[in-house]
């Protein structure tokens, strides 16, 4: 009821290798939400890191980081799933044989 899946969520553009080069950006968080991390990062270190300052930008980073996960997630379990009726159809096709 009202909740967002990661199919229905806007993510944002995609930034660019050279973007976050030029923001230098670990590898690890070199991702989908990236595009979002740029300018929390530089909100950040304006107003040295104060935890109440820059709330907005951390609050769309997370939820799309969070999105990001559940995108996985779903991946994970169709994969799983997958595998799981292959494996089913390879026994009853066993079961068959004999």
């Known amino acids: 009821m009202g909740h967002e899946t990661p199919e229905t969520y806007a993510w944002p553009p995609v930034a660019t290798h050279e973007e976050m080069k030029a923001a230098s950006l ?3 968080y070199r991702d989908r939400c990236a595009s ?3 300018p929390l990062n530089k909100c950040r270190r304006q107003t040295l890191y104060l935890p109440w300052k820059c709330v907005d ?3 769309s980073y997370e939820k799309c980081e969070y ?3 559940q995108s ?5 379990q169709k994969q799983k ?3 799981a009726s292959a ?5 009853a096709a066993a079961l068959t044989a004999e």
């Open 87 to 91: 494996a089913a159809a390879a026994d």
């Open 36 to 38: 979002l991390l740029i």
């Open 57 to 59: 930008e951390r609050h």
């Open 72 to 76: 996985r997630v779903n991946a994970l």
């Open 81 to 83: 799933a997958a595998a």
């Open 67 to 69: 999105m990001e996960f």
């Open 26 to 28: 670990p590898l690890g």
